[in-house]
């Protein structure tokens, strides 16, 4: 495949993302309300997707494009010596769910993202999640997978190819931190 043929696929699926614009907009909502009222947003994610949750975490937590408080903004992925001990003491498909019952608040905010939509742990963390009274939002791929059904909100980039579906969640969270800098500082 061409260069050019890439970048088109990459254009018309990141195009074809316009179609979630109301369930972008809902997540939108529900996450500026959640920090609004200093309740956490926690998200997660396995491998891309761990450092897509991580570039999230980043933006809100430090900025985005403007100058404001920090944001309580938890990457699950990023604390090393949990993620280890746990994996090894007791299993990693349990991993961000204990982060979830650690952290997680009742009106808080869980962020999943998995390609699929069926990473066992992120699909776990959503199960704790909804136990708890988080909202959970999944940005997945084109069929959501198993976080379809978990989900108050769903970002399903419609792409069945990996690294097009990675490149629809970008554009897609740069644009909810965007607006969640509009909401929340003006």
């Not at 200093?38 to 403007?66: M, T």
């Not at 938890?74 to 746990?86: D, E």
Request: aromatic fraction near 6%; hydrophobic fraction near 40%.
């Amino acid at each position: 495949m061409s260069l050019e043929k890439y970048l088109d696929l990459s254009t018309k699926v990141i195009a074809d993302c316009a179609s979630l614009e109301a369930e972008t907009e809902e997540s939108i909502t529900l996450i500026a309300d959640a920090l609004h009222k200093n309740l956490p947003l926690l998200i997660c994610g396995n491998g891309g997707s761990a450092a897509d949750a991580e570039h999230i975490s980043g933006e809100l937590v430090g900025r985005f494009l403007k100058e404001r408080r920090g944001y309580p903004v938890i990457c699950l992925t990023s604390n090393s010596a949990f993620m280890t001990a746990w994996s090894n003491d007791y299993d990693y498909l349990s991993v961000f769910e204990r982060q979830v019952e650690a952290y997680g608040q009742n009106g808080g905010i869980l962020l999943g993202i998995s390609t699929s939509g069926n990473s066992g742990n992120v699909v776990k963390a959503f199960e704790k999640a909804r136990t708890m009274g988080l909202k959970t939002i999944a940005m997945t791929g084109q069929t959501g997978g198993k976080l379809a059904e978990l989900s108050d909100v769903l970002l399903n980039v419609p792409s069945t190819s990996t690294p097009l579906i990675q490149q629809g969640h970008i554009c897609l969270y740069h644009y909810i931190c965007e607006q969640i800098e509009a909401r929340l500082v003006g």
